[in-house]
C-alpha cells in the first residue's frame, strides 16, 4: 500500500503515531486540526507536509488517513470530509480510539475505502513530550476486512508494537480495561496521596512516599499476575486492621471509606482466590466492607 499518511486531528495521539510513522520511513504527507496551536506544532515537526485547517483538503494527499480527533469528534469529522471529497484516493481510513465502533467511519466506507482502527495502549499526557518509539507497546487492531487487519499489523510490527485483535462489538470491554489500569490508578493513587495528607504527612511526602511501594508492586504483578502479587492485611486475613482503617477514614474521610470499602470486597475475592485465606475468613471481610456500601 502506497505510504502517504494524512493525520486529521493533529493532537497528543496524532503527533505521536505520525512521528512514529515517519521514523520508519512512512510519508506523513499533511496534517489537519481545529486548534492554533496543533497547526504549528504540526508544521514544526513535519516540515514536509502540508498543514491545513481544511481536514477534506489534508485528507486528499493521503493514501492512508488517520483521524486521530476526540472520540466524540471521529463520525462529524468523518462524515465532512467525505461531503467534501476528501476520501477521493485514499486506500485506508483509520481511527485510533479504543472504545469507538468502525460504523463511525462509514462514511469513508461508502467512498470506497478500508476502514479500521488502531489504538495504542499508551498514555499520551504530555503533549510537549510526543511519543515516538512504540517498541513493545500492545495496539488494538479492529479491521473490516481481512486486507486491512494485514495491513494493520504490518504497521504494528514496523513501529516495533505487539497487535492484539480486538473484535468491533467488544471494543467497549477492552477500552474499559485499559482506562482501569490507567486513569483508575491515577485515582487510587491520588486517593493515597490524600490519605496520607489526612495522616499529617506534607504535601511533597505524601507525593513521593509510595513510590518503591508501587514500584514493588508493578514489579511483582509483571513476574507474578494480580494474584500471586497481593499482600497486605487482606491477604494475610487481618479483620483487626481493616476495621482500624476503617474507622479512621469514616472519621476523617468518609468518601474514601466508601471507596475503599468497595476496592476492600473485591480485594477479598482476589485473596481467596490465593488461596491465603479460607471461605469463612473471605466472608467475614466482605460483610464488614459491604456495611460501608450500603
Known amino acids: 500500500m502506497d505510504n502517504r499518511v494524512a493525520i486529521i486531528g493533529a493532537g497528543r495521539a496524532g503527533i505521536s503515531i505520525g512521528l512514529a510513522l515517519q521514523k520508519k520511513g512512512f510519508r506523513i504527507v499533511s496534517a489537519s486540526a481545529r486548534a492554533k496551536d496543533s497547526l504549528e506544532r504540526a508544521a514544526r515537526l513535519f516540515p514536509k507536509a502540508l498543514v491545513t485547517g481544511d481536514m477534506a483538503e489534508a485528507a486528499r494527499l493521503g493514501k492512508i488517513i488517520i483521524i486521530a480527533t476526540p472520540d466524540g469528534q471521529i463520525e462529524e469529522v468523518c462524515n465532512y470530509i467525505a461531503q467534501n471529497g476528501g476520501f477521493e ?62 495491513f494493520l499489523m504490518r504497521v504494528v510490527a514496523a513501529l516495533g508494537g505487539l497487535p492484539v485483535i480486538v473484535a468491533d462489538q467488544d471494543k467497549p470491554l477492552y477500552h474499559a480495561a ?3 489500569v490507567s486513569n483508575y490508578l491515577v485515582c487510587l493513587i491520588d486517593l493515597a496521596k490524600e ?80 488461596g491465603s485465606i479460607t471461605d469463612d475468613k473471605a466472608n467475614e471481610m466482605v460483610k464488614l466492607f459491604e456495611k460501608e456500601l450500603s
Not at 232 to 245: M, N, V
Open 89 to 150: 484516493s485514499a486506500k485506508l481510513v483509520m481511527h485510533l480510539s479504543g472504545a469507538t465502533p468502525l460504523k463511525v467511519l462509514d462514511a469513508a466506507r461508502r467512498a470506497g475505502a478500508e476502514v479500521c482502527s488502531l489504538h495504542p495502549t499508551r498514555s499520551f499526557a504530555d503533549a510537549a513530550e510526543p511519543i515516538v518509539d512504540f517498541s513493545g507497546t500492545y495496539f488494538g487492531v479492529t479491521a473490516s476486512s481481512k486486507e486491512g487487519q494485514e
Open 178 to 180: 485499559a482506562c482501569i
Open 195 to 274: 490519605t496520607y495528607e489526612l495522616a499529617g504527612l506534607s504535601e511533597s511526602d505524601s507525593q513521593m512516599i509510595f513510590w518503591p511501594l508501587l514500584e514493588g508492586t508493578l514489579a511483582n504483578i509483571k513476574k507474578m499476575g494480580p494474584i500471586a502479587a497481593l499482600t497486605g492485611p487482606i491477604a494475610r486475613g487481618d479483620i483487626d486492621t481493616l476495621k482500624g482503617h476503617l474507622k479512621a477514614l469514616r472519621a476523617k474521610g468518609p468518601k474514601s471509606a466508601f471507596l475503599y470499602g468497595a476496592l476492600g470486597r473485591r480485594t477479598a475475592a482476589i485473596a481467596l482466590k490465593k
